[in-house]
């Protein structure tokens, strides 16, 4: 019979492979723990409606699903937040608020495998339910950065890109534009070049639907979504680009930007300063989002995004919870993995036992056996050979194994009931009582 | 909209849950890395060929299988062993031997949910692959008793029972039974109660097939399924029950017995005597088992079986790799859980920072952010108010937190460059300069 393959997209974890997932999971939990957020964990099998009553009908052509033998429309899931809206909405009442949830978990999309995108991916999924400020997106956004940094990449090495998705609706209501044609002009905004005049191009779609639109108009709407760095033109906006709108209008922009400025600069109190900045180009197509939207990208621009996420205020109650405010992001493990490589921060496979027992026939190994065992017993990791070997090629197994010390098992040492105790790093030896053995070995190991 | 449900059979995990199944995690990632098996991972959906190929046609009816959007019959995993099998079949010639591996991971099947058995759940997989003698079945008990005995459940809570599929084939062929009628009798076993004399109703499928069998024959083969304990009645069974049977056929039967006294004698070394015991009533279903064969059971005998396991030197082959001897276990987080459960050796769920920042205005906020992302930073898991609250109610929310120790972040503080350090334990206060905070409160926690 010829040999069996994995699937396209998904990946086979051999122990060095899942040693280097291991270290991506160990800095983003450590980095989520440290900032209180609890971790939790969900199905990797929902109902489809889950999924369609988050992202409409057409999701379904990028999933996993498939009917059960129950006769269940189910999915795999594509992702955490319908899940987690479901998971908290189910317990609001009884959650102490702000709710702080993370995970780490697998998720699963049909689409065409490329660099960075896979059918199979990890995420460790944030968020913050319960608090409707801006704190919260502090919050957020310092993880995120933690979620990096914790690799020691800096901010040369990434960036964090924040944009507001209420600040263009109240911009383009200041404009003048309607709450039928805001969503159209987001979709300008998103096909906009970062180079380049008004494009012309890119207003298409919304005039082939509304009909034409000026160019000044135009122009602001560009010069908008250059807003970017830290800090808005802030009297430019209120005063020149917004000079024919309502004084109300012109105050939910200029709130709002305070809103913006906060988030900026709790960051920069926190000394993060560098790792963010505002990019009014950004604005996620993902309808779901109520507020602020922010990203991270590589600095050198060759990778897909690495993390994602903004403000949900509406999902919760939408998917039959209670109405409850809510901001989260994920980040992926195939991005990630990639910029990691890239900047060489992988650390290398350790596979070294502690202790290798050497062991001379089989009345050693009867004595060997329980030290074994209870060296096991007290976590210290302990090889042996299986079979009996000659004394030469049973030190060279030890060496090349990468164990700290040799606990040799002769008749010599059976006799006088020690063990023969090898520092393999500097060939000392010395004979240890049979019955301290443990006690040493752990000893020694401690002080390391 | 109505609320979401997760689907029948499988499981939120909630943070305290999370926890639960965390410290579960904890204890068997732990012993099997000092037993030196590393870990590896796998995709949770597979071609459902592998399935078919190790198990026959008629496992779908227990598989989450489906057909994906490229045409493929797939299938969530329902065990590792066929999975784990390619994984080192693929690479066998370039790992070093004996191959010992393990995973913990989660895997899915249709089957109707009852007490003790999920639709989703949770294995420990560790295999020995290269190793055809019976130290790795040494090697594997041990562990899987460290699995266990790692919680602190002892010899009084559970037991290993330890078969011998082909000690079972040598002694029937000794008896005179052929290659077709073995797997038979193996099955009139499988179905043997404990209590009671030579059970006539378990022989029927077996004489129905070949015919009558006499009732000397009938007895020996009861009396071999009740072999249990620590010893075989090997004087009587070799000269008594096989007196009829060739020289060379009892001294197969003879030399089996060896190796299963050498497995036992060498758990006896390891100190692990009371935790296993022979048990010939054992047989394990699944044909794919080529040799000794054991299971985990709690003693008070109430709960499914925790853990089985057993040598397949055929599957790696049979599946498209090498010639490679097998023999591994599987343990499910289900059972377990319910024995720690009876047992109360569940850990509480703990969920409290470290510190509490107490911050006295927007002032007092921004020198708080400083010294909270820098203790993040480090490790130190920190909690504030997100918005601007009295002194008394933060005080309050630091006590209940469960936090060691506060930070006092107040004008009085400020003024004078420095931060109050309060232990909340015994509420004592010192000022500590503020360029001094995050080195004095990681030198108090590393103390703990």
Redesign the interface.
Known sequence: ????????G??????E???R??QVFRVWR??A????F??????????L??YK?KSGEEIE?QL?S?????G?E?S?RPEMT?TVC??V???AGSLKR?IK?FSIA?F?R?ERAQKGRLR?FHQLNADIFG?A?P??EI?LI?LLI?CL??FGLTQDDFIIRLSDRNLWFYYLEALGFTAAQIPAVLTVVDRFDKAGAPQVEAFKPYVEKFGPLDQTTKNRVHAFALQSGSNFSEQEILTLWLQDAKPEAREKVSARMADFRKIMD?LA????KDFVEMDMMVVRGLAYYTGFVFEAFDRKGDLRALAGGGRYNDLVK????PDLPAVGFAIGDVTTGLLLEQHKKTEPYA?A?AVYAVIGGEAA??TA??D??????S?????YP??DLAFGKQFKTASESGAKLALIYGDDELAKRVVKLRDLADRSERDVPHDQVVAVVRDLLSRR
Not at 1 to 8: E, H, I, K, N, V
């Open positions: 019979m010829a040999g069996f393959q994995s699937l396209p998904f990946r086979d974890y051999h122990p492979d899942f040693s997932r291991q450590s980095a723990t440290a900032f209180g609890q971790e939790y964990d969900a199905p990797v099998l929902e109902p409606d889950l009553a052509t996993f498939f009917t059960d033998k129950g269940r189910v795999l319908p479901r998971m909405g189910e317990k702000p949830w697998e699963y049909y199979a608090e400020g704190e919260a919050e310092a933690q940094a914790g709790g109190d926190m000394g993060l939408k998917l039959g919870g596979n036992p190994r009867k056996f329980a074994i065992q209870a060296l096991r017993a976590g210290v990791r302990v090889e299986f079979k």
